[in-house]
């Protein structure tokens, strides 16, 4: 067992006119892509194997971010199944002149632990500690339920 504090990652990228679309933001891919590279690391430290993405689960934008911005990505463990495990990804806007931080988007992602053969190997169960860590589990929980759901149908 481990806890959601053990594999915890903490990354920060500057935004860079190269990062951006016409309209001055972030391209939407290139934050996908460091959502997946946190839940990589993330989920790598949790399980003590390589991992692979099984699926991004839900991304919401919920504002832009700028040229100048710092993002700031943090990744947790939110639950794991007997080879799988849920990333929580944060991102966070940060302007260097005002101080403002300002959420821009969430996701779940699930990995997959393999060998290095690339077969599904077992994970250790996550431990959580805080109500936000509880709620995030019984979130991903639901999300599993009704996908199972939808599956059969």
């Not at 504002?63 to 939110?78: N, W």
């Not at 101080?99 to 779940?108: K, M, Q, V």
Request: zero cysteines; a neutral charge.
């Amino acid at each position: 067992m481990k806890t959601v504090q053990h594999s915890k990652t903490i990354q920060s990228h500057l935004i860079l006119p190269p990062d951006t679309n016409h309209h001055g933001s972030i391209f939407g891919g290139t934050v996908l892509a460091y959502i997946d590279e946190m839940a990589a690391i993330t989920s790598m430290k949790h399980a003590g194997y390589n991992t692979v993405t099984a699926s991004i689960d839900s991304v919401d934008f919920l504002s832009p971010a700028r040229v100048g911005d710092v993002l700031e990505l943090e990744s947790i463990v939110v639950y794991t199944g007997r080879t799988s495990i849920t990333v929580f990804v944060r991102v966070t806007s940060f302007r260097v002149k005002t101080g403002e931080r300002t959420l821009t988007t969430e996701s779940f992602v699930t990995m997959v632990a393999v060998d290095e053969n690339g077969q599904p190997q077992p994970v250790p169960p996550i431990v959580l500690e805080t109500d936000e860590e509880k709620a995030l589990h019984e979130q991903v929980k639901l999300r599993r339920e009704l996908h199972a759901k939808h599956k059969k149908k």
